[in-house]
């Protein structure tokens, strides 16, 4: 099974401008593994920001955008808030299954 | 709007076989244009993809739980299912539905325990 990495952690100022990456152990990241950027914050379910690597849920806020950053899939946040900081987790498919990777706990400080 | 809910029991013992049901209310199950998750996510842990699937029974399954999993789809009662047999406390976990990927139940926790 593949495996899918994540950055364990990262730290923004708010206001700022960070970038997420999610990296596959069978190779090179494509829109063919429709990656998926999920938001978890402590207590709550998860909910989908990004899809199929650049699509945005309807109620994705317009300060995170996803695409393709070299051999991986990257969710860059553009103008941090408090509120984003949470625990976020891609997803790859691979062939119908799905992989999440480790996640990444970003703190906005 | 589309809601998911999950129901089961929250204590399951060992060996025992773990079943979780998804109501779906707001949608049709039936639609094709769907197909219906399981996740879970251990106590401290990340999420772990457990397998999807479709209304007319079209499923794919992680590998490293295919085995133990059976889900299903009721359309007359607008749910789809869950079974883990042969349960140990490494299942212990909040087990989410969703439909795809973008409405989610809230998650309910099942504890393995004796």
């Known amino acids: 099974q593949a495996v899918v990495t994540q950055e364990p952690s990262l730290t923004v100022s708010p206001g700022g401008t960070v970038t997420l990456t999610c990296a596959s152990s069978t190779g090179a990241v494509s829109s063919g593994h429709y990656p998926h950027w999920l938001q978890q914050k402590p207590g709550q379910a998860p909910r989908t920001l990004i899809y199929d690597t650049t699509k945005k849920h309807s109620e994705t806020p317009a300060r995170f955008s996803g695409s393709l950053l070299g051999a991986k899939a990257a969710l860059t946040l553009s103008g941090a808030q408090p509120e984003d900081e949470a625990e976020y987790y891609c997803l790859l498919s691979y062939s119908g299954a799905r992989v999440f990777g480790g996640g990444t706990k970003l703190t906005v400080l | 709007q589309v809601q998911l809910q999950e129901s089961g029991p929250g204590l399951v013992k060992p060996s025992q076989t773990l079943s979780l049901t998804c109501t779906v209310s707001g949608g049709s199950i039936s639609s094709g244009a769907y197909y219906w998750t399981w996740i879970r996510q251990r106590p401290g842990k990340g999420l772990e993809w457990i397998g999807y699937?479709?209304?007319?029974?079209?499923?794919y399954y992680n590998p490293s739980l295919r085995s133990r999993i059976t889900t299903s789809v009721d359309t007359s009662k607008n749910q789809f299912s869950l079974q883990v047999n042969s349960v140990t406390a490494a299942d212990t976990a909040v087990y989410y539905c969703a439909r795809g990927l973008m409405y989610w139940g809230q998650g309910t926790l099942v504890t393995v325990s004796s």
């Open positions: 699937t479709y209304y007319n029974g079209r499923a």
